[in-house]
């Protein structure tokens, strides 16, 4: 079965740093989507940003960028220039290809400090 | 552009009461439907997902049902609500021939039961 794991259950920056939450996830499929939300304190989820394995190139989204090394199946998520309103729980996914069913890890509380 | 609600955003029940919780998808056709519970501090759990109308898929066996009467609106149900049934609920959907499949998530209800 699919799993996905986050083992950082909280890191910290400071304010205009970077940060790099990490996530690692297992399949034996080779074309799937991976994908991180953030869910700040009203516990909406918020898509941040998402990742085709079959591509090679890093997805970006302004300040958001991801390491994705399908050979290592590691997924991670680099916060550049760190904001105040970064402060949430951030989640990773991965979608399974023949349900359509997204599996997430147990998340990564991110505070962020002035 | 597509939007999702669920309401009600807070809910407070006595044990033993029924539930009904509603969730509409605007903007979008045929969308794939998804109902989750959060418990505080912890990932999400899938509990239904729907491919369409009067089609439930359900995860986790126990007191909620789930129903899909119209395309674009997911119920999730309970007929006697028990203690553990308190949780955050969030309902989300995808597109069910999307380009990237990610999903789309609800501002969520938060479930108090006394």
């Known amino acids: 079965a699919q799993t996905v794991t986050q083992s950082q259950p909280e890191m910290s920056v400071q304010e205009a740093e970077t940060v790099t939450l990490s996530c690692t996830y297992d399949?034996?499929?080779?074309?799937?989507?991976l994908f991180w939300y953030k869910q700040p304190p009203s516990r909406q989820m918020i898509l941040v940003i998402r990742q085709e394995a079959y591509k090679q190139q890093n997805a970006t989204e302004n300040r958001f960028s991801v390491n994705f090394q399908k050979a290592a199946k590691s997924f991670s998520l680099k916060i550049s220039d760190s904001q105040l309103g970064d402060a949430a729980m951030y989640f990773c996914?991965?979608?399974?290809?023949?349900?359509?069913?997204?599996?997430f890890g147990t998340g990564t509380r991110l505070q962020v400090f002035p | 552009s597509q939007t999702i609600h669920q309401w009600p955003a807070t809910l407070v029940q006595p044990v033993g009461s029924p539930l009904s919780l509603e969730c509409t998808v605007e903007?979008?056709?045929?969308?794939?439907l998804y109902w989750y519970r959060q418990a505080a501090g912890r990932g999400l759990q899938l509990l239904f997902y729907?491919?369409?109308?009067?089609?439930i898929s359900s995860e986790v066996p126990q007191n909620l049902s789930a129903s899909r009467p119209q395309d674009r609106q997911f119920i999730l149900s309970s007929k006697k609500l028990l203690l553990s049934d308190s949780s955050f609920y969030l309902c989300?959907?995808?597109?069910?021939?999307?380009?990237?499949?990610?999903?789309?998530f609800g501002p969520g209800t938060r479930l108090t039961v006394t």
């Open positions: 996914a991965y979608r399974d290809p023949n349900t359509d069913k997204l599996i």
């Open positions: 399949t034996s499929e080779s074309d799937y989507y």
């Open positions: 903007g979008t056709s045929n969308p794939n």
């Open positions: 729907s491919v369409g109308i009067g089609q």
């Open positions: 989300a959907w995808s597109a069910g021939q999307g380009a990237s499949y990610e999903q789309y």
